[in-house]
Structures are given as structure tokens and as C-alpha cells.
């Protein structure tokens, strides 16, 4: 099985759940959503790294029906988010 994935980390609500300033995403236009995201993910790289490892083991867990072994490479790329 060869599986590729890509995290939406600007459009997860439920990462921005846990990322400052959530309410004021919540009542943000849509282009305002994307530069409070991106500003969220360049100050705390760790709640997204953190959310997006959580979101792949529970999808090999549940979703491919409890793979046990597995190896995975994790890429990240820069973004220039104003």
C-alpha cells in the first residue's frame, strides 16, 4: 500500500480549534480566515505538527483497520503567508 497525504492545516477547523485567536477565525471573512491560519501555524508549528501526527495514526488505526506496521516520512514544506 502506497499512501500519500497532505495536511489542509489552513482549513481544519479542528486544528484551529486549538490555535489562538479561534473566535476571531470563527467570525472571519475567508481571506481573513487564511491569514489568521497562517499566522497561527508559522508562531506554534507544534499544535499542527502535533494535530496532523494525531489525525494519521487515527486514520491507520480506523480507517485501514488497525495496521500495526507501517513507515512514514514526514515533508514539511514553507509557506510565504502574509
Known amino acids: ?29 475567508h481571506q481573513s480566515k487564511f491569514a489568521i491560519a497562517g499566522v497561527n501555524l508559522r508562531n506554534n508549528p507544534h499544535i499542527a505538527a502535533y494535530h496532523f501526527h494525531q489525525r494519521y495514526t487515527s486514520f491507520l488505526k480506523r480507517v485501514k483497520f488497525g495496521v500495526t506496521d507501517y513507515w512514514f516520512r514526514c515533508a514539511k514544506r514553507s509557506r510565504a503567508v502574509e
Open 1 to 29: 500500500m502506497f499512501l500519500t497525504n497532505s495536511a489542509a492545516d489552513l482549513h481544519w477547523h479542528r486544528l484551529q480549534r486549538f490555535m489562538p485567536r479561534f473566535d476571531e477565525w470563527l467570525r472571519a471573512e
